[in-house]
């Protein structure tokens, strides 16, 4: 079994490690690492972590998929899928594009973790619910994983009603949101000191500098990690202000 992820700001990396830790298997491998394609050629059996976008998959999982679909072929596929608050079918909509390329799924994991998007207020929730956030899906790992081992693994978001609520509940409105990468990602220059940290932690290497300042080109895939990171606030994308910079390591161990 091998683990492969993609995650912006730490919540689905935590939650792919913590599933596999109950099946003694080695850490998981982003899809970033040149390793990933040949750390799946080798496993029969995958699990698959992302992040929800608007009811959707990110952009860059999405072209990892479609890039690499041959060796997709023939290997069993469990899903987990992490979100703010909602999804529908979050781990359908990479099911669907999976079993394209011969993919068997074997089941589908839906966790509420803390939300990541750092420059809206409305979505942000006090230290202590996120931490009850990231137990809760701690617990609800452990139970899947038992399921798992029984031979009942989890089926969220993936059967026709999952795809309705999610199609209806947001995509269908939001489809264009992670259709193409953006050039949206906005960089307050009063703050930026060019420290270059956001660039060297971009997974689009959508991040340069210039003068040093950090300069956004237009192939950004919304993960946030630049955003929570960088040590000026000086990031920002959906909203116009840092409320609280998101990252697991504020969540757990407390
Ligand atoms: C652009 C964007 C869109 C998001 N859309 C949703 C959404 O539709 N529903 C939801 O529940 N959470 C949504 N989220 C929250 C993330 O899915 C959630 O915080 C996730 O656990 C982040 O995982 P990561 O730390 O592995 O990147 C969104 C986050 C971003 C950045
Ligand atoms: S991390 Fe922030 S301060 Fe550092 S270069 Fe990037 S935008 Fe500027
Ligand atoms: S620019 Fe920032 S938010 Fe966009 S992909 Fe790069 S790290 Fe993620």
């Keep these: 079994m091998v683990g492969v992820y993609f995650s912006g700001t730490g919540n689905t990396k935590y939650c792919v490690e913590k599933f596999l830790s109950y099946f003694n298997e080695s850490q998981p491998i982003s899809i970033e690492n040149p390793d990933a394609v040949e750390a799946i050629k080798k496993s029969k059996n995958i699990i698959l972590g992302y992040p929800i976008q608007y009811s959707n998959i990110p952009k860059i999982v999405r072209d990892f998929i479609h890039q690499n679909g041959t060796i997709f072929k023939g290997k069993k596929v469990f899903i987990i899928s992490t979100m703010g608050l909602f999804s529908g079918d979050g781990a359908g909509c990479s099911a669907r594009l999976l079993k394209k390329y011969g993919v068997t799924i074997v089941g589908g994991l ?3 973790m803390p939300d990541c998007i ?3 207020k409305a979505l942000k929730k006090s230290l202590e619910a996120n931490q009850q ?7 609800k790992i452990k139970n899947a994983v038992d399921l798992l081992k029984r031979g009942k693994p989890t089926q969220e978001g993936l059967n026709v009603f999952y795809h309705i609520a999610g199609l209806f509940g ?3 409105w939001f489809y264009g949101k992670t259709k193409n990468y953006t050039s949206k990602l906005k960089i307050d220059h009063k703050r930026c000191i060019g420290c270059g940290i956001c660039v060297s932690l971009c997974p689009m290497s959508n991040l340069s500098i210039s003068n040093q300042k950090a300069i956004p080109s237009n192939k950004c895939t919304m993960c946030y990690r630049c955003i929570s990171n960088c040590p000026q606030k000086a990031i920002t994308l959906l909203g116009k202000k840092i409320i609280e910079q998101s990252l697991i390591e504020n969540y757990v161990g407390k």
Excluded: I, P, S, T
């Excluded at 956030?133 to 617990?139: I, P, S």
């Design 133 to 139: 956030l990231v137990k809760n899906a701690e617990d």
């Design 170 to 172: 947001q995509r269908l």
């Design 118 to 120: 750092g420059d809206v």
């Design 110 to 112: 839906h966790l509420k």
